[in-house]
């Protein structure tokens, strides 16, 4: 396993999660990386991404002002604090790194794919 995802879970409408990236027997601090999502009978979407610094970040519009992505390089690490859920937020979460230094929302400039988090919100 080259990214772990972690911080899933069952949440209440208006509650809060973050969920973390860890990257293991390699390191992706010259990549841009990406958090995707993928409900139930929908296709896989782009949610956020961040450029291999932290100093550019990229959101759907379903998520602006609600959610933030953030990186620790130090640690290997990419975070999406998730605030304000709604239920159609209901998804398995999916962290990514591109080919690129920066980040796209474009599926096929990722390389490398984590196993996914499950994250329910309840109404």
């Known amino acids: 396993v080259q990214l772990q995802a972690s911080g899933g879970g069952l949440v209440q409408a208006g509650g809060s999660l973050r969920l973390s990236c860890a990257a293991s027997?390699?390191?992706?601090?010259?990549?841009?990386m990406g958090w995707f999502r993928q409900a139930p009978g929908k296709e896989r979407q782009f949610v956020a991404g961040?450029?291999?610094?932290?100093?550019?970040?990229y959101y759907a519009d379903s998520v602006k002002g609600r959610f933030t992505i953030s990186r620790n390089n130090a640690k290997d690490t990419v975070y999406l604090q998730m605030n304000s859920l709604k239920p159609e937020d209901t998804a398995v979460y999916y962290c990514?790194?591109?080919?690129?230094?920066?980040?796209?929302?474009?599926?096929?400039?990722?390389?490398?794919w984590g196993q996914g988090t499950e994250v329910t919100v309840s109404s």
């Open positions: 990514a790194a591109s080919r690129l230094a920066y980040s796209t929302n474009y599926s096929y400039n990722y390389n490398y």
């Open positions: 961040i450029n291999w610094n932290g100093g550019n970040t």
């Open positions: 027997k390699r390191t992706f601090r010259n990549n841009g």
